[in-house]
């Protein structure tokens, strides 16, 4: 590979668009490099160092990816034209462990010029606009809202793994539980059908100090209930 060529995939974590690397050297070098097996093209204008795929070759390339160098690639695909949603925002906010081969999301406006394609689903949003407050930078990378995020990836998690990160985000305090109810009346159809309108007002899990002591409180299961359960 050409050695300026090189050092903006190093630069780059192992991946290269096509409009930085055109800055520093000509098309045919990334064609040759392309050509050469170096490098290999997981999304339109997006191109990471072929060592870094697994053998895995039924996979959409960019599923062949560590998650993390994943999301990376479809964050520099959208190039501002959409965030990270639904598991692969979870993800960024540190409230899931993506898995190698997982589907990537992003969000976008009506208008915007991305479309799903193999290993990255893109969902229209109308009245999504790409600044604070809609989405906000985590990590580097440009994310919808927390709340959003998990009333997005409620309907794609397994039963079982649902509730963690809501209890999560609230207990380290990474949103509130007014927040959640707001986000979840404005897309209600996803949380269990149009009839179901949770009213939670308040969640506490944790530990909590008295007299200056602190006393570490353990939960071996947890409830929820329109009334007062047991003690």
Sequence with gaps: MNAALRELVERG?????????EQVVPEWTLR??????????VLPEVFVAAHLLNDRP???AIGRLDPAVG??????WADGRGALSHLSALATWGLRRPRAGDLLHLSAPAGA????????????????LLDPPHVVVRR???????????VDSWPLLPSGERRAPVIRAVNDRL????????????????WYGRTWRPQ????????????????????????????????
């Design 13 to 21: 974590g192992g991946l290269v668009t096509r409009a930085v690397a």
């Design 32 to 41: 040759r490099a392309c050509g050469s097996g170096d490098l290999v093209r």
């Design 58 to 60: 039924e996979q959409p």
């Design 71 to 76: 999301i990376r690639a479809a964050q520099a």
């Design 113 to 128: 010029g991305i479309r799903s394609r193999p290993g990255v689903a893109v969902h229209r949003r109308q009245g999504l």
């Design 140 to 150: 580097g990378l440009t994310v919808t809202r927390l709340e959003q995020a998990l």
């Design 175 to 190: 949103t509130t539980p007014q927040r959640l109810v707001e986000a979840m009346r404005a897309a209600p159809k996803q």
């Design 200 to 231: 939670l007002t308040d969640l506490k899990i944790g530990w909590e100090s008295y007299g200056g002591a602190a006393d570490t409180l353990w939960f071996d299961d947890v409830a929820l209930g329109a009334t007062r359960i047991g003690c």
